[in-house]
């Protein structure tokens, strides 16, 4: 093997322009995620359940608005965080919720 060092690789070309860089880069999972718990505390009329469900609202409207508008990075982080925790107070709730009897 020879000691020689090998030549610095080219540079890459430039991306060319499409439906990503016109996008703020919003995943819709986050959008989908805050309206799945919408619809699922539709329902739960428990002061709880009302309060996730309002969160989720105003989270959705968040994501929807992010399509259009470019949120700084500290509010991208902070909803994205919000929804994670408002997803494990959900879980927490409903795993504390009293079940139904099967039919």
């Known amino acids: 093997m020879s000691s020689a060092r090998r030549p610095p690789l080219p540079p890459r070309p430039p991306v060319p322009p499409g439906p990503r860089s016109e996008t703020t880069g919003q995943a819709p999972v986050f959008a989908e995620k805050a309206a799945e718990l919408v619809r699922r505390f539709e329902s739960d009329d428990s002061d709880e359940g009302r309060s996730i ?10 994501f929807d608005r992010w399509k259009l508008e470019h949120p700084t990075n500290e509010d991208r982080v902070a ?4 929804l994670m925790d408002l997803s494990r107070r959900a879980m927490e709730h409903l795993s504390q919720a009293p079940r139904k009897p099967q039919s």
């Open 53 to 62: 469900r309002a969160e989720a609202i105003d989270l959705t409207s968040f």
């Open 79 to 82: 909803a994205i965080q919000r």
